[in-house]
């Protein structure tokens, strides 16, 4: 439509659009559309209207009436009601549940209606816009017919000033007065858009082909990060509220870490330093393979053929470039990591002192430490606590103590005394944790050579210090009374607590006494041994019995006490200064020390009192003093440290941890128990029963009269009485007498004790029993026994016959059976075994005798207690089984032929073609002797594809065996130590 | 970990017995790091990247809770150690001994 008005208006000049834009803007849009009807009428009545007045216009199809028809009446009467409206409307009350008529119904009827959109020139309105449009006249002036109207055009130009001018007379062929409110111009000038097109070269964006596998385990990965995500956000919400100004600093440290390369990110990647770590211990693994494998593995199999000796394996050996001048001053296992240990380094000389520094090194990389933790001064002890593994106290040269954190990154101590708050004034020599103070503070205590043992509180961020000695010494008897006397104080040099009573510890002295301490009583020994002639270098207390300590010093003894007892029980003398003893934690009667001139022994007491196991120079270069020694609780190892830094590892072999052999029909007793019952029985054999009574108020009475006995005599404790009488019978029995009704002692008791009973199975030669036996078999000769090879037999024999002889010189008191008789006897003599020596000389003369009489190397069995040791077994019957399985699917397999299997073939190929080669080639060439050349043919073929794949597989299965076997040692790899 | 600690630990790895060389790749399997020649390097970091992350998948798909720490391939010419992380990938390799 409006593409027509703009046709129609072609013509009219386009100031005249512009105002009736105007206008048009000023009316809705639907009396726009009315208004372009009532144009339309006005087009075709208007003129006639206007031109004849008011006469009614006769439409040609109007019906011709007659005027008497057109002057009848018709009466009409107007009601308000419309005839056409309903009356009968009903509407369900939901209210009476029935239909109801509705009674008032709109009569209105509305036929037509329309909005006009002139106004009359007389009105108001109409005179208002006629004076305004007068005022715009001029610029109207042109545009005169404002309606574009074709007939208006067509009119002329000349009338349109008249028509304006005398708009009454002519009868509105002038300007139309327009309803401001309701009026459309039909008339609409549009602009036509023209069309450009604009372009924009923009950089291509970049494509990738992208592909990925979407897994379970990846979805899995997506949720939970995002889940972290989620928690994080949350987090923060909560900090934000309670300090922005740690989220500043945090701001600023993450946009620290967000710069430099790939590697320095690498760096600070927590896990990536992890792998690494893997890495270089599986590296270390590959390395130290052997090493590791004889760690896990190796028993010396000459143990089993040798009694009381044993060996030391070196294993690793760490060291670090940076240590190697200074001296091992103290090496400590970790409590909760097996694999884990720490060394101090310092120096031992008082000229050449230097920095010090400690260690942590792990048995899963022997290369290089864990850890490293430098001091400006000599570390000279350190200590893992118990029940925290991460804490490590340590005591310097300069004689401060400090305790480390060493999971921390920082390498600086957490602890630190400082001259103010009671440093040693002399070198620390010894720190040990204990057990936490009633507070539940941690606490240590560390030993000094100024004379004092000070106890150590970790309290919040102090240290607090406590000194619980003064090692004072006595005073000489020959002081004179003149000037004031100088009270001087030990040095002490080690101690160790008491493991079963907490407060006892025994102090280890530079003047090489020994002092038993309290920590209740800080000016007074309980006791003092006078123990060696030099600096006392170690003591410890037995790992399972709790009277009994070790000592070594610098005087090349190691002394092994009794708390009770004034005397050394045993004294080794080690040919060099002994730097370290220590007991083992398996058994209470293996210890070991190290010696200056680079040896470990190895002692058990159950197995050989006078004599060490295992004497072993461990160290690689001549003149290399060992300093220490400490066993792994859980590992049959050793560590020891020399003084050129070095730690060396050693296996015990089988013989030195070995666990005495369980009683026929006995149960093997483990634990504690039996361990110290071990040890007692050790002792019992070497104290004097007088001894037991006498000595322990001899030591309690005063120090003075200790000093009379003097210490370090191996000798005295090797005489030794034997007496029938069993120390460790009880003495004061009593039974309940029903005679005469009261308690009475008990007389005689039975003195034996029986230490070892075995039940031969042979039988003497010329017993009864076998007088009958031999004679039964000349007669019949039909069956011989299983003989015994000859050695073995004679052995035998020997032991039968000594016990003999035995019998009648010592006392034929137990007349049992035939044969029980012996057994028992035997079991005296190896409870008696001083007896030995005398039986030894009886035995050589009566082997002569025996060897005459004997004829036939035969065994004579014992028929009550006998097996032969063929044994019979049941041989299953053998079954057929058939299994039925599910037919192999066969697929169709598709590959990629990659440079590998191109490879693979062409080799495969290469080698067919080199074999028929060498066919042709020996067949020329050996020609003559042909069948000889095929045979080797045959055989060389007949090994290739069988052998040779097995020896492959088992090459396989060899390589998984070692792989699992190293797995298992190092099972504990992934634990991030 | 500060880089000092990292590169040292590197020089160890280096100079253990038989250690042929080391390289490091990143998550998107471009080396960061490495001690062999370029040819060599590129070839490692992509096909033991692959590899890796195949392995990864595997022990993933058993367990999601599961998560692969380090495997090594013995072949006959030397031993591939190769620890992956989420971030980075550490590859060693390492002669196996003649016997």
Redesign the interface.
């Known amino acids: 439509m409006p593409g027509k008005v703009a046709e129609k208006k072609a013509a009219a000049p386009t100031l005249a659009g512009i105002t009736v834009q105007r206008r048009l803007s000023q009316l809705p849009r639907q009396s726009i559309i009315a208004g372009f009807r009532d144009e339309d009428q006005d087009l075709g009545n208007m003129p006639d209207l206007l031109d004849e007045g008011l006469r009614a216009v006769r439409p040609d199809d109007q019906l011709k009436l007659t005027d008497a028809e057109l002057n009848e009446e018709h009466t009409r009467i107007l009601t308000a009601r419309n005839p056409n409206a309903a009356e009968n409307i009903v509407r369900f009350s939901y209210k009476e549940r029935t239909f109801k008529p509705i009674p008032q119904v709109d009569q209105l009827a509305v036929h037509f209606q329309l909005d006009g959109n002139l106004i009359h020139r007389d009105s108001e309105e109409g005179k208002r816009q006629l004076i305004r449009d007068a005022g715009e006249h001029a610029a109207e002036e042109a545009e005169a017919p404002v309606a574009v109207v074709q007939e208006i055009a067509k009119e002329g130009d000349d009338d349109d000033e008249d028509k304006v001018k005398k708009p009454a007379t002519t009868g509105g062929k002038g300007k139309k007065l327009t309803n401001q409110f309701n009026f459309s111009e039909r008339a609409s000038q549009t602009y036509n858009n023209p069309c450009r097109d604009r372009e924009t070269f923009v950089e291509q964006t970049p494509r990738v082909v992208f592909s990925d596998n979407v897994s379970q385990w990846s979805i899995f990965d997506a949720y939970n990060e995002d889940f972290d995500q989620q928690q994080k956000a949350k987090e923060k919400e909560h900090k934000k509220i309670g300090a922005k100004k740690d989220d500043e600093r945090k701001k600023k440290f993450v946009v620290t870490e967000q710069s430099g390369d790939d590697m320095a990110k690498l760096a600070r990647s927590k896990s990536a330093s992890i792998s690494l770590k893997i890495l270089e211990r599986m590296i270390n693994q590959n390395t130290f393979d052997d090493i590791a494998q004889d760690f896990k593995y190796w028993e010396d199999a000459a143990d089993e053929y040798r009694e009381q000796e044993g060996s030391l394996l070196p294993l690793w050996v760490f060291q670090y470039e940076l240590a190697k001048k200074l001296a091992c001053t103290n090496l400590a296992w970790n409590t909760f990591y097996t694999d884990l240990f720490a060394v101090s380094f310092g120096s031992y000389d008082f000229l050449k002192q230097s920095r010090g520094m400690f260690l942590i090194y792990s048995l899963k990389n022997p290369s290089f430490p864990e850890n490293i933790f430098f001091a400006d001064t000599g570390v000279m002890c350190l200590d893992f606590h118990p029940n925290h593994p991460n804490l490590l106290c340590s005591g310097f040269y300069d004689g401060s103590v400090a305790v480390y954190n060493i999971a921390e990154e920082n390498k600086r101590p957490k602890y630190q005394s400082t001259a103010r708050n009671g440093k040693h004034t002399d070198p620390v020599w010894q720190v040990r944790w204990q057990k936490d103070d009633l507070d539940g503070n941690l606490n240590f205590y560390s030993i000094s050579s100024d004379g004092r043992i000070v106890c150590w509180t970790l309290v919040k961020s102090d240290l607090m210090y406590s000194d619980v000695v003064q090692l004072k010494l006595e005073k000489p008897a020959t002081e004179s009374d003149e000037g004031v006397s100088l009270t001087t104080l030990g040095c002490g040099t080690c101690f160790d607590f008491n493991k079963q009573q907490d407060y006892l510890f025994i102090v280890g002295t530079e003047e090489g006494k020994i002092h038993k301490c309290s920590k209740s009583y800080n000016n007074q020994y309980l006791d003092t041994f006078y123990a060696h002639n030099m600096a006392v270098y170690a003591v410890r207390w037995n790992t399972f019995h709790s009277k009994i300590f070790i000592s070594c010093s610098a005087d090349w003894t190691v002394k092994v006490w009794d708390i009770n007892f004034k005397d050394p029980l045993f004294v080794y003398d080690l040919g060099s200064a002994v730097g370290d003893a220590a007991w083992a934690p398996y058994s209470s009667t293996v210890f070991a020390a190290c010696t200056a001139d680079g040896k470990v022994f190895v002692f058990d007491l159950n197995v050989n009192k006078y004599e060490p196991l295992a004497e072993q120079i461990i160290v690689q270069k001549k003149r290399t003093k060992l300093t220490h020694i400490a066993f792994n609780q859980h590992f049959p190892i050793i560590l020891a440290g020399d003084d050129r830094g070095n730690i060396t590892s050693v296996k015990l072999s089988p013989n030195l941890r070995k666990k005495p052999k369980a009683k026929k029909g006995q149960e093997v007793a483990d634990g504690s128990e039996f361990e110290i019952a071990k040890l007692d029985k050790i002792l019992a054999l070497i104290r004097d029963p007088d001894d037991a009574k006498t000595k322990p108020t001899q030591g309690q009475q005063s120090t003075t009269a200790a000093a009379n006995t003097n210490s370090g005599d191996p000798e005295q404790e090797l005489t030794r009485i034997l007496t029938t009488e069993n120390p460790h019978g009880s003495k004061n029995l009593v039974m309940f007498s029903n005679r005469d009704k009261q308690f009475v002692p008990l007389g005689n008791l039975e003195q034996l004790i029986i230490h070892y009973s075995y039940e031969g199975n042979l039988i003497p030669i010329d017993s009864e029993e076998a007088k009958i036996y031999l004679q039964n078999e000349k007669n019949h000769k039909n069956r011989i026994l299983p003989t015994a090879l000859l050695d073995t037999y004679k052995t035998k024999e020997k032991t039968s016959i000594e016990i003999k002889t035995s019998n009648e010189n010592v006392e034929p008191v137990h007349q049992i059976g035939e044969e029980d008789e012996q057994q028992t006897v035997t079991s005296e003599i190896t409870e008696q075994s001083e007896f030995n020596e005398l039986i030894d000389d009886s035995k050589t003369i009566l082997k002569v005798d025996n060897l005459l009489s004997i004829e036939k190397p035969k065994k004579l069995l014992n028929r009550f207690n006998f097996c032969e040791q063929g044994i019979q077994t049941y041989t299953s019957t053998k079954k057929e089984v058939i299994t039925q399985t599910d037919p192999i699917i066969r697929q169709k397999f598709v590959g990629l032929a990659n440079q590998r299997i191109i490879y693979q073939e062409y080799m495969i190929d290469y080698e067919k073609q080199q074999k028929n080669k060498d066919k042709g080639k020996q067949k020329v060439s050996y020609g003559s002797n042909k069948s000889v050349v095929e045979k080797q043919l045959v055989k060389t073929d007949r090994l290739k594809p069988e052998t040779i794949v097995k020896r492959h597989q088992v090459q396989i299965l060899k390589g998984i065996e070692r792989v699992l076997n190293q797995n298992r040692y190092q099972e504990l790899i992934y634990s991030t130590a | 970990?500060?880089?000092a600690?990292?590169d040292d630990?590197?020089k160890?790895?280096q100079e253990?017995?038989?250690?042929q060389g080391y390289l490091?790749i990143?998550s998107d399997g471009i080396p960061?790091?490495s001690s062999l020649d370029a040819s060599v390097t590129q070839q490692y970091a992509a096909l033991i990247k692959s590899l890796s992350d195949k392995a990864r998948?595997t022990i993933?798909?058993m367990d999601?809770s599961n998560e692969l720490?380090?495997f090594?391939m013995?072949t006959k010419k030397h031993?591939i150690?190769v620890?992956?992380?989420?971030?980075?990938t550490?590859i060693?390799l390492?002669a196996t001994?003649a016997s």
Do not use: W
């Open positions: 970990m500060t880089q600690e990292v630990t590197l160890r790895i253990h017995k038989g250690v490091i990143n960061i790091r998948s993933r798909e999601p720490l380090f090594r013995r031993e150690l620890a992956p992380d989420k971030e980075y550490m060693v390492q001994d």
